[in-house]
């Protein structure tokens, strides 16, 4: 099948934000985006902390799905959602994000993560910038150049228990660095505000099958718990660290839900802490190219409302997103962000999962037809393969208890009755 255009797809994304055919429903969508705030009440406490930019997603599928990613975590997005993520993902990935924020101010961001095994390794960073001028009372300029905040971060996280059925329990950690610069003016009102800091953010992400009613290798459900932003304050001004608790549902294969429910939590007054948050999420699986997900953010009076989709192209897949917020206007290319991820392969897991699937249904073979040392060699070495392979275990396991009571039955037909 050919794949469509990427200006088609990108068409279909923008289509609530450009074009005069679209403007009903640019006004639909804002209408009922204005119906939503007016239902939220205002956090007294909102802005409370420093460092907000890392409360920003960078973009790809977990902004697409309005931040709810912490229990999804399939893609590189999940450096900012989810450290426990990296040691289940499929690729080893490479992704650059590009976030067209308010106005001026822009975001790039830039992750690579790896998985040998049940070990994942990730790295990345952030960077956000907007012009900055300063005048004095008489209009004339007294400094100019760039207000930023950076991040970088180094990831790690281990998959304990793997097994058929469930997938085990992944434990995580980030480590992250950053940095706030203010641009210097010639009364020195900036000087001292720029600043560093370091934090640590902490998750945990497992999956089963629950409620399942069709056939996949993948599961179904998916529970999670991350700490995010954990550290001491900057220039005395906490960080924004939050607690979530995810979850995410395939009630059909392509379709995917997902719910977080934060609490931001002020580590130098508790009191103080901002309101809790919920966001909730969709992901379809349109084609096996194309996908189409959105979500809607509920933090104090702000939503936020995400439209975007997914395609895979020959070399990257492409992530478009449109976002909606009290912070922004309803204006074309005014709050969009892209990712582009690049898969760098999977170190020959697949090659691995299809010789011990050939593997397992040959021992299905052999034991039909009554050659039970066969049958187990071929489990065996379909577990050096894959030790988590639960039905070759199993199948082992029915064999050579099969074949010791053969032996028993064998030894006790030798025994003669006394006469």
């Not at 068409?11 to 007016?38: K, P, V, W």
């Not at 799905?65 to 990296?86: I, Q, R």
């Not at 085990?168 to 660095?177: D, I, P, Y």
């Not at 996908?291 to 936020?304: C, V, W």
Request: net charge negative; hydrophobic share 40%.
């Amino acid at each position: 099948m050919k794949r469509p255009a990427p200006f088609l797809v990108l068409f279909l994304l923008c289509i609530l934000s450009s074009g005069a055919g679209s403007r009903a429903c640019a006004e639909t969508f804002s209408d009922l985006y204005q119906y939503i705030s007016n239902l939220l009440e205002i956090d007294d406490h909102a802005g409370g902390t420093t460092m907000k930019s890392l409360l920003i997603p960078m973009g790809g599928l977990a902004e697409g799905m309005g931040n709810a990613y912490t229990a999804v975590a399939k893609d590189s997005s999940y450096f900012e959602a989810n450290p426990a993520a990296s040691c289940v993902l499929d690729y080893t990935e490479l992704s650059v994000f590009h976030n067209q924020w308010i106005a001026d101010t822009k975001i790039e961001g830039a992750v690579y993560t790896i998985r040998y095994k049940n070990l994942g390794i990730g790295v990345g960073g952030k960077w956000l910038y907007l012009p900055f001028a300063a005048t004095d009372d008489y209009g004339d300029r007294v400094g100019s150049g760039y207000y930023s905040e950076s991040m970088a971060g180094a990831n790690i996280s281990y998959n304990f228990f793997p097994g058929f059925y469930f997938s085990g329990l992944s434990v995580g950690a980030t480590v992250k660095v950053a940095y706030r610069s203010m641009p210097t003016v010639d009364s020195g009102a900036t000087e001292g505000n720029s600043s560093a800091g370091g934090m640590l953010d902490v998750g945990m992400l497992s999956r089963f099958n629950f409620l399942k009613g069709y056939s996949s290798r993948s599961k179904n459900f998916s529970v999670a718990l991350a700490a995010r932003n954990i550290g001491p304050s900057i220039q005395g001004d906490a960080l924004p660290t939050n607690a979530t608790f995810g979850l995410a549902y395939s009630p059909i294969k392509p379709v995917t839900l997902s719910l977080d429910v934060t609490q931001p939590i002020n580590l130098l007054d508790y009191s103080a802490s901002e309101a809790m948050d919920i966001a909730g999420g969709a992901l379809v699986q349109v084609t096996d190219f194309f996908k189409l997900h959105g979500g809607l953010y509920l933090k104090g009076s702000n939503p936020r409302l995400t439209v975007g989709s997914t395609f895979d192209l020959e070399l990257a897949r492409i992530t478009v997103n449109y976002t909606l917020d009290l912070t922004t206007q309803l204006t074309p290319l005014n709050r969009i962000s892209v990712q582009a991820a690049f898969s760098l392969g999977d170190l020959g897991r697949a090659d691995i999962a299809k010789k011990v699937d050939t593997l397992y249904l040959n021992g299905l073979d052999a034991y039909s037809r009554g050659e039970i040392d066969s049958a187990i060699s071929l489990w065996e070495e379909a577990l050096k393969l894959d030790p988590s392979f639960d039905p070759a275990r199993e199948s082992r396991d029915a064999a050579l208890a099969s074949k010791g009571l053969k032996q028993t039955m064998t030894e006790l037909q030798k025994i003669k009755p006394n006469q």
